[in-house]
């Protein structure tokens, strides 16, 4: 009878293992919050919106419901990818010159993020909703209930907060400050136990009410009063902003990369048209003969990027205002004459924008994203998943807070100036618009037809580059998920690259200078997740660089190798 019973236990253990769920998140919090709602029976989308919830508590610096996000929701038995737009907007008040002074001078990016004026509509609770309507199973209220214990019953402050806390908090209005500074205005350290009982009180509010309870009557009023009130650059905000907010269906953005097909979020956000684009301009080089370690790998990784952050610059911005040439930049004929320019044997001196079918004329953006944001993986035990990344754009936003939860600083990420040489900047300032992003939240297919990863990533402008570099690492090189994220990043938005200090390509600068790189060597404070399908079982990945974890359902952690001295880290 016991050999009976071991036989049959090794016969469905697979079965088993392929139906465990898993989360991946930036914190080890929030994956638990996330995975509470998979034992309960809960789906990828509700665990989710626990983790992303959980993370407005324990990671504020990065984002929360004063923020905004982009969500894919894979559905299994359908094999169906929808996405959900919940990018903040401008007051309909705004204008191209809303980040002008009185004097009619642009702002300086440093000097527009403070206060209310960069506050967009926040779209992460109406971007929850969508979600939870289309893909939850469990009631909207049970999704809260981690984080409302997080803010009320208290937690630790992480390594990771408190060097954001000594870095970037200078700009908080001092009452957000003081939760979590010690009496004589010190940033708590490591360990301290927190508690916000107001953003407890607020969670409970909206976890009753639901989410029109956080965009009309005395909630949204005492958000326009925060921004329209402000010390620094107050706001025209009006009610009717929040009132008229709505989560948008955006089609999915797909491409191929040697047999996969890849699945990303379509503009306002930029992010997935460029990771296709560095792609399919790779295509014709063999990387997987080139390897990981091989410095000619990086150079045409670091030229494909710079091609491809120079069309997205130009041409990508709110599809509701502006005309993108998405067919045009992802036709494969445009992409063989951009990947045409690239040598594995030299630099090449010279960068610009090419012209892609339907192309309308554009000024260069102005923009600069900072690193105030995180990403998180989820995939339930019927195969359905949930990527997401969201935002408050720098690390504590703008600064102002309400009921002890950060609002964003989202309009920043447009074109400050909005024309130049007399073409007006896609990504300009409109009333109701939505910045352009570099959020890249994407789902792979294998050749097999079946998602193969799911995957995400935090910081800025870097996304894009760590998203596909990630990829190249899985699809070409064979590693898992863990490993592709754990690979140090040669970021080249531009002429310069930035080579991640302390990682492998410490080595390779002397043979990439070589090859006419102009290289710098810094580190970049990245911050991506992912789950993966491995041999029929769901498994995970994140980042090294955080505090970021990958846990089962039963709440089991995978062990993973830190790297880098997290407090000392220059950005978010």
């Keep these: ?43 990828a989308t509700d665990a989710a919106i626990a983790t992303m919830l959980a993370l407005n508590v324990v990671e504020p610096q990065s984002s929360g419901i004063g923020g905004g996000s982009f969500i894919l929701q894979y559905n299994a038995r359908t094999n169906r990818i929808t996405t959900v737009d919940g990018r903040e907007a401008a007051p309909m008040a705004a204008t191209d010159r809303w980040f002008f002074d009185l004097e009619g001078k642009p702002l300086s990016h440093a000097a527009a993020v403070p206060g209310g004026r960069s506050v967009g509509v926040p779209g992460a609770l109406r971007a929850m909703a969508l979600a939870h309507k289309r893909g939850g199973k469990l009631p909207w209220a049970r999704l809260f209930a981690p984080a409302i214990r997080l803010a009320s019953q208290g937690f630790d402050v992480s390594p990771r907060l408190n060097n954001a806390l000594i870095q970037f908090s200078g700009h908080v209005d001092p009452a957000y400050r003081a939760l979590y500074s010690t009496p004589d205005g010190k940033p708590l350290a490591v360990g301290t136990h927190v508690t916000n009982p107001e953003q407890a009180a607020l969670l409970r509010r909206v976890a009753k009410l639901g989410p029109d309870s956080f965009y009309v009557g005395p909630q949204a009023q005492k958000l326009v009063a925060a921004v329209n009130g402000a010390a620094r650059n107050p706001s025209k905000m009006t009610t009717g902003d929040l009132a008229a907010y709505a989560a948008k269906d955006r089609p999915v953005l797909c491409g191929s990369y040697r047999g996969y097909k890849i699945c990303s979020m379509g503009p306002p956000s930029s992010g997935g048209v460029t990771v296709l684009m560095i792609l399919a301009q790779l295509e014709r080089f063999d990387m997987a003969k080139l390897g990981k370690d091989n410095p000619v790998a990086w150079h045409l990784f670091a030229e494909s990027s710079r091609l491809a952050y120079a069309d997205r610059d130009l041409y990508v911005g709110d599809p509701d205002y502006v005309k993108v040439p998405l067919a045009g930049l992802l036709d494969r004929t445009y992409l063989a004459s951009r990947s045409a320019l690239i040598s594995p044997d030299s630099t090449m001196p010279k960068v610009a924008a090419g012209t892609p079918v339907g192309a309308p004329a554009r000024v260069r953006a102005q923009s600069q994203e900072v690193h105030g944001t995180t990403s998180l993986s989820v995939v339930d035990t019927a195969g359905n998943i949930a990527q997401v990344t969201t935002t408050v754009e720098s690390p504590f936003g703008s600064g102002l807070a309400v009921d002890g939860t950060i609002l964003n600083n989202e309009l920043t990420d447009f074109d400050i100036m909005p024309e130049k040489d007399g073409w007006l900047a896609a990504n300009r300032v409109e009333g109701g618009k939505r910045p352009r992003s570099s959020m890249a939240p994407t789902i792979v297919y294998g050749p097999d037809g079946k998602v193969r990863i799911a995957i995400g990533a935090a910081g800025g402008s870097t996304i894009i580059a760590q998203v596909a570099k990630a990829l190249v690492g899985v699809i070409d090189w064979k590693l898992s998920a863990q ?3 754990g690979l140090g990043l040669l970021y080249a938005p531009g002429q310069v690259a930035v080579a991640e200090k302390g990682t492998q390509l410490d080595a390779m600068i002397p043979a ?41 359902q039963q709440g089991r952690t995978t062990v993973i190798k830190r790297v880098g001295a997290q407090p000392n880290r220059p950005s978010e």
Excluded: C, H
Excluded at 6 to 19: D, E, K, N, Y
Excluded at 523 to 548: C, F
């Design 1 to 43: 009878m016991k050999k009976l019973f071991l036989l049959l236990a090794f016969l469905f253990t697979p079965i088993f293992a392929q139906a465990q769920g898993v989360v991946s998140a930036a914190d080890p919090r929030a994956a638990a919050a996330g995975t509470e709602m998979l034992r309960a029976g809960g789906s």
């Design 512 to 552: 990439l200078l070589g090859l006419g790189e102009k290289v710098q060597s810094a580190p970049l404070g990245l911050k991506a997740n992912a789950v993966e399908r491995v041999k029929g079982r769901w498994t995970g990945g994140a980042d090294p660089r955080s505090e970021g974890v990958v846990m089962d």
């Design 483 to 485: 490993d592709a994220i």
